[in-house]
């Protein structure tokens, strides 16, 4: 007899091209918690110009199931696979899941990247609306941003954050202020 798992955990679905919200639509009428990001990008054609949701990761769609609706979820048109590692789904931690809808809530300027950068400087975010979060320092086009890795999936959010909000240390505050 199988032992089902009944606690629920959030995976990245592999969609087929540009199917994500199509996938979104119909997990979500069959009831399960999906979460798909999306960010308003200005697009152009020739002839005109227009505002659209595009999704954050582009070809990923985020899953909230218990291992007894595990393989449901693949029978859905428009889905390929789980994103996995050695041959297991990732597990996505919650407060990833929470930390990129805090971004997008902010409407912060950001891009989604599967860029690999250097491992920078682990810092939290001591002030603001994303106080708490924490993350990687890097350095693009001398600006000053902050890395919020999602290594479960392979992308990396990049979220222009100021300086003075950023704190280093082993979790004793108030800690010196990084200056990047």
Known sequence: ?????????????YTKSR?????ERDLTEDGYEVYLPTIRRLRVWSDRKKWVDQPLF???????????EYYRVLQHPGVVKYVGFGGEAARIREWQIEA????????????????????????????????????????????????????????????????????TGTGTRPVRTVVV
């Open 1 to 13: 007899m199988i032992n089902f798992d009944r606690s629920y955990h959030w995976y990245a679905l």
């Open 19 to 23: 199917r994500e919200k199509e996938v």
């Open 58 to 68: 582009s070809g990923y769609v985020f899953v909230k199931v218990s291992n007894k």
């Open 100 to 167: 990129v809808k805090r971004a997008l809530g902010l409407n912060l300027d950001m891009e989604a990247t599967t860029d690999h950068f250097k491992q920078g400087q682990e810092v939290e975010i001591s002030a603001g609306p994303m106080s708490g979060l924490r993350g990687e320092i890097i350095r693009i086009a001398s600006k000053k941003q902050l890395l919020l890795r999602i290594s479960n999936i392979g992308y990396s959010l990049l979220v222009k954050i100021p300086a003075a909000y950023l704190e």
